[in-house]
């Protein structure tokens, strides 16, 4: 079994996941203190974590009915994220794993929102399109077998789709963290109201949301504050009917150009019910994990680690976390 932990931004998770991919137990603590500040203060969100991850560690081993004894490897996040985030369930890791002198796994964030998709009852097995869609990341992989690499296709040459989701909601008075509750009022609303950028003329398989935010920022000074309140519906509708559209032109793209028929979507944003209702139409076998592993959690974590190389004690002492992929450096991510 695999104690996974993931600390990459406010979320503090650990997870405990068997080699076939069962889930044992899967804990999520979040951290609502940042909503006062309109955003994630880095330094804030690591002292959550070094207070909650003991707590949340426990009720995981507790959850799954096991102890650190029954534990044959620990995971945890590396990279990307928050540097800070990251050292705190990193570290703890690292430390569970050497004073039992079990291995472990360094697990790349990425990674694990697609491996997700690999966990039981029903793994999505390679070769597929993945497609990551979250707070920090919108980016376009082809993957291909068992401990395969992430290979990259496209990224977002500004912000990512989630970040987008957070600011129209910002913008729109409806408070942090703002995805959920921007798709709340956009249900009332008409998503053909207002004609907002999809920035479909960026060629390629790149993304880019900064358009359509700033376009939305317009649209609000140019209504004035009443008709902006009186239309807030209509402008999340179209806001949110922007960014899905903008994803799904690049997502048909990819699979024209790949000839690919198989499909794999995971972040946060791929919790979004209009996201999900566009996928499901596309012509493919496709696969959406369920909404509680689309947001960040330690079970997808520990799904990535059971395709990567386990490391030796005393061989990951010296390991760091990294605060941004770099695949031109690295080539790829491993799965």
């Not at 499901?280 to 592993?293: C, I, K, M, N, Y």
């Not at 974590?301 to 002492?317: D, G």
Request: hydrophobic share 45%; net charge negative.
């Amino acid at each position: 079994m695999i104690l996974a932990i993931e600390t990459s931004c406010d979320d503090t998770c650990a997870a405990v996941v068997t080699a076939s991919g069962e889930i044992r137990a899967n804990v999520i603590s979040s951290q609502e203190v940042h909503s006062r500040f309109g955003g994630v203060v880095p330094e804030i969100a690591s002292r959550q974590h070094l207070t909650l991850l003991p707590a949340v560690v426990d009720r995981a081993l507790a959850d799954a009915g096991v102890t650190l004894d029954d534990i044959d490897a620990v995971a945890a996040t590396r990279g990307p994220g928050l540097v800070a985030s990251l050292l705190v369930g990193f570290s703890a890791a690292k430390a569970i794993a050497a004073a039992r002198r079990l291995p472990f796994i360094p697990v790349n964030h990425l990674s694990g929102h697609l491996a997700a998709s690999r966990l039981a009852p029903d793994p999505f097995e390679p070769p597929y399109l993945g497609m990551v869609v979250s707070g920090g990341h919108t980016l376009l992989v082809d993957v291909r077998g068992p401990g395969a690499e992430l290979r990259l296709l496209g990224s977002t040459l500004d912000d990512a789709a989630g970040e987008a989701f957070d600011k129209g909601a910002r913008l729109l008075g409806l408070g942090y963290p703002g995805g959920a509750a921007l798709e709340r009022l956009a249900r009332e609303g008409d998503p053909e109201a207002f004609e907002l950028p999809t920035a479909s003329r960026v060629p390629g398989l790149d993304f880019s949301f900064a358009g359509v935010k700033t376009a939305l920022l317009y649209k609000v000074r140019d209504l004035g504050d009443a008709e902006a309140e009186r239309r807030r519906a209509d402008l999340a509708a179209s806001f949110q009917h922007a960014i899905v559209e903008a994803l799904m032109i690049r997502l048909r793209r990819a699979l024209k150009e790949r000839d690919v028929r198989r499909l794999a979507v995971g972040g946060g944003v791929a919790a979004n019910g209009a996201l999900r209702a566009e996928l499901a139409q596309l012509d493919v076998e496709l696969d959406v994990p369920p909404r509680e592993l689309c947001t960040d959690n330690a079970a997808m974590i520990a799904s990535a680690a059971r395709f990567s190389s386990n490391l030796r004690y005393p061989e990951y002492l010296g390991l760091d976390v990294f605060a941004t992929w770099d695949h031109q450096a690295d080539g790829a991510a491993p799965m």
